[in-house]
C-alpha cells in the first residue's frame, strides 16, 4: 500500500511536471527517506539527484500547423483518389468501347460472309435451273 502510494504521488509529480516544464529532484534525506521535488535538494539530505524532465508536449502553434498539413495531405489524397478513379472510369470505358467496336465489325463480318453464301447458293441456285432448262427437265 505504501508503494502505492509513492507511485501515485511520482507520477502526479511527473504529470505535472510534464504540462509545467519543470524539473524534479529526486532527494534522499538522513534517514532514508525519498522525495520529489521542483527545488533543489536540501544541503543535508544524504544524495540528491537532479531529474530532467523535457517539456515535450507541442505547442498550440505546432497542434495547428499540424491540422491544417493534416487536411492538406488529407485533401490531396482525396483529390489524387478521385483523379485515379476517374482514370480507371475512363480506361473502363474505353476498354468496353473497344470490345463494342469489336463486336460490331465481327457482326459485320459475318453478316457480309452470310450475305456471300446466301448470294453464291442463289447464284448456284439459278444455274442449276438453267441447266435443268437447257437440258430439257
Request: charged fraction near 40%.
Amino acid at each position: 500500500m505504501k508503494y502505492h502510494r509513492f507511485a501515485v504521488f511520482v507520477l502526479s509529480l511527473c504529470s505535472v511536471t510534464i504540462v509545467q516544464g519543470r524539473e524534479i529532484y529526486k532527494c534522499v534525506s538522513a534517514d532514508g527517506k525519498t522525495s520529489f521535488v521542483d527545488k533543489p535538494c536540501d544541503k543535508n539530505a544524504k544524495s540528491a539527484t537532479e531529474v530532467i524532465i523535457k517539456n515535450d508536449m507541442p505547442s498550440s502553434e505546432d497542434v495547428s500547423r499540424q491540422q491544417t498539413d493534416w487536411k492538406k495531405k488529407s485533401a490531396e489524397f482525396d483529390e489524387r483518389q478521385q483523379a485515379r478513379k476517374r482514370k480507371e472510369d475512363d480506361e473502363a470505358f474505353q476498354y468496353r468501347q473497344k470490345k463494342a467496336d469489336e463486336q460490331r465489325a465481327a457482326d459485320l463480318a459475318k453478316r457480309q460472309a452470310d450475305e456471300e453464301d446466301r448470294r453464291q447458293r442463289e447464284a448456284g441456285a439459278r444455274a442449276a435451273a438453267r441447266r435443268a432448262a437447257n437440258n430439257g427437265f
